[in-house]
């Protein structure tokens, strides 16, 4: 039989070895718990409430249960305060290795953050040959042209032998052309090229049979030159009008209001005589130089910068295209894009090539 004090002693003793135990058992079970939880976390956001769910300072699992503590006996605290510690450890590094591998995986899906601004995403732009090609489909709309297409891969026919350049004349070779066929494979059309001008245009739009004409033709061009100032592949701009009573005058007022439009008002035109099998007279049109304004320089040597050629339709040219000479007349115009593009008041480009190497710090700079 126990005395009295024997009995609250043993009392006392098995008291604080039940909660020492439960102690034990409480950190034991929240270890696992929290473990299980972790395994499960995908996102940032759930691991941000895991942290909040055992470790927050005021509410947190393992905070409420470390005030239990007081309950242990007080020689037993280190040993249960040690395993409280280990436990607390061990929470906070599973949460940090979760943390880095979430981060590695650079999920977006999980790291999303409603609150932060968007990402701006790259606008791209039209490259200087399609703007300056629309830019001039939009000057001659506004004075009645209508745009019109042809082929670019062309027959010999309408590339040189309608336009008054009959086989084996010497006038082609100017042209440089890249044929497809050896040989002609048709009797009347003869073998296909890429076509070295958009001139080929001109007689295909005669055939249609509807006068007046008064059409822009904006094409790829190819020719067999390549340096500074010619490109393999290039385009042209094809102006072209038939009707009645049509002479120099409107063939000079047109270039010349063409000019002011695209280049600046401050720049004046010379038409110089040239030959052209298919236009009679032929000219070549040079604008003043956009640096020394006509007086000589670096750039243009003299003062004038060479751009198109032009002239008023040869009648062979009309007869091929089903248009009577005595009735009609006609003028022409054949400018190459880039070169116009290129002489632009401000762009200070020098080298055709440029424009299609597909280096962006200079495509993004237009
Ligand atoms: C012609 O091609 C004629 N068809 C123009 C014409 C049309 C005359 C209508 C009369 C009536 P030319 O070969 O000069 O002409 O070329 C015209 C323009 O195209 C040149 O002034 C130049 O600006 C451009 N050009 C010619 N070859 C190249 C090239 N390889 N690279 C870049 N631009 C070129």
Same mark, same amino acid.
């Given at each position: 039989?126990?005395?009295?004090?024997?009995?609250?002693?043993?009392?006392?003793?098995?008291?604080?070895?039940?909660?020492?135990?439960?102690?034990?058992?409480?950190?034991?079970?929240?270890?696992?718990?929290?473990?299980?939880?972790?395994?499960?976390?995908?996102?940032?956001?759930?691991?941000?409430?895991?942290?909040?769910?055992?470790?927050?300072?005021?509410?947190?699992?393992?905070?409420?249960?470390?005030?239990?503590?007081?309950?242990?006996?007080?020689?037993?605290?280190?040993?249960?305060?040690?395993?409280?510690?280990?436990?607390?450890?061990?929470?906070?590094?599973?949460?940090?290795?979760?943390?880095?591998?979430?981060?590695?995986?650079?999920?977006?899906?999980?790291?999303?953050? /409603?609150?932060?601004?968007?990402?701006? &995403?790259?606008?791209?732009?039209? %490259?200087?040959? *399609?703007?300056?090609? #629309? =830019?001039?489909?939009?000057?001659?709309?506004?004075?009645?042209?209508?745009?019109?297409?042809?082929?670019?891969?062309?027959?010999?026919?309408?590339?040189?032998?309608?336009?008054?350049?009959?086989?084996?004349?010497?006038?082609?070779?100017?042209?440089?052309?890249?044929?497809?066929?050896?040989? /002609?494979?048709?009797?009347?059309?003869? &073998?296909?090229?890429?076509?070295? %001008?958009?001139? *080929?245009?001109?007689? #295909? =739009?005669?055939?249609?049979?509807?006068?007046?004409?008064?059409?822009?033709?904006?094409?790829?061009?190819?020719?067999?030159?390549?340096?500074?100032?010619?490109?393999?592949?290039?385009?042209?701009?094809?102006?072209?009008?038939?009707?009645?009573?049509?002479?120099?005058?409107?063939?000079?007022?047109?270039?010349?209001?063409?000019?002011?439009?695209?280049?600046?008002?401050?720049?004046?035109?010379?038409?110089?005589?040239?030959?052209?099998?298919?236009?009679?007279?032929?000219?070549?049109?040079?604008?003043?130089?956009?640096?020394?304004?006509?007086?000589?320089?670096?750039?243009?040597?003299?003062?004038?910068?060479?751009?198109?050629?032009?002239?008023?339709?040869?009648?062979?040219?009309?007869?091929?295209?089903?248009?009577?000479?005595?009735?009609?007349?006609?003028?022409?115009?054949?400018?190459?894009?880039?070169?116009?593009?290129?002489?632009?008041?401000?762009?200070?480009?020098?080298?055709?090539?440029?424009?299609?190497?597909?280096?962006?710090?200079?495509?993004?700079?237009?």
């Amino acid at each position: 039989m126990l005395t009295k004090s024997q009995f609250w002693d043993y009392n006392s003793y098995i008291t604080k070895l039940f909660s020492l135990k439960k102690m034990k058992a409480k950190l034991e079970a929240l270890k696992k718990e929290f473990n299980d939880e972790a395994e499960k976390i995908k996102s940032l956001v759930d691991l941000e409430s895991l942290e909040n769910k055992y470790l927050s300072r005021k509410s947190g699992v393992l905070t409420l249960l470390m005030k239990e503590m007081k309950s242990v006996p007080k020689e037993e605290m280190p040993a249960v305060g040690k395993l409280a510690n280990e436990v607390k450890q061990f929470l906070t590094n599973k949460l940090e290795t979760i943390k880095s591998n979430l981060g590695n995986k650079n999920n977006s899906d999980t790291a999303f953050d /409603p609150t932060l601004p968007g990402t701006e &995403q790259p606008v791209g732009h039209l %490259h200087m040959v *399609s703007q300056a090609i #629309r =830019e001039i489909s939009g000057i001659f709309e506004d004075i009645g042209f209508q745009r019109e297409r042809y082929p670019e891969v062309e027959w010999d026919y309408y590339g040189f032998e309608a336009l008054n350049m009959p086989a084996g004349h010497p006038a082609r070779d100017e042209w440089e052309t890249f044929f497809i066929d050896r040989e /002609p494979i048709n009797k009347k059309l003869g &073998q296909r090229i890429l076509t070295p %001008h958009t001139s *080929s245009g001109q007689v #295909r =739009e005669m055939e249609k049979g509807e006068l007046p004409i008064r059409m822009t033709n904006i094409s790829k061009t190819y020719r067999r030159q390549i340096d500074a100032s010619h490109s393999p592949m290039f385009h042209q701009f094809e102006g072209l009008v038939i009707d009645k009573d049509i002479n120099i005058s409107h063939l000079k007022g047109t270039v010349e209001y063409f000019v002011k439009r695209f280049f600046g008002e401050d720049r004046e035109i010379r038409l110089r005589p040239h030959h052209f099998q298919f236009t009679e007279p032929s000219f070549e049109v040079d604008i003043s130089c956009g640096v020394c304004h006509g007086k000589g320089c670096k750039l243009c040597k003299e003062g004038w910068l060479e751009l198109a050629g032009a002239g008023m339709v040869h009648p062979n040219v009309l007869k091929a295209g089903g248009i009577d000479p005595k009735v009609y007349s006609g003028f022409a115009f054949g400018w190459g894009v880039e070169r116009c593009y290129m002489m632009k008041s401000g762009l200070n480009i020098d080298d055709i090539r440029l424009l299609y190497k597909n280096d962006l710090r200079v495509i993004n700079q237009f």
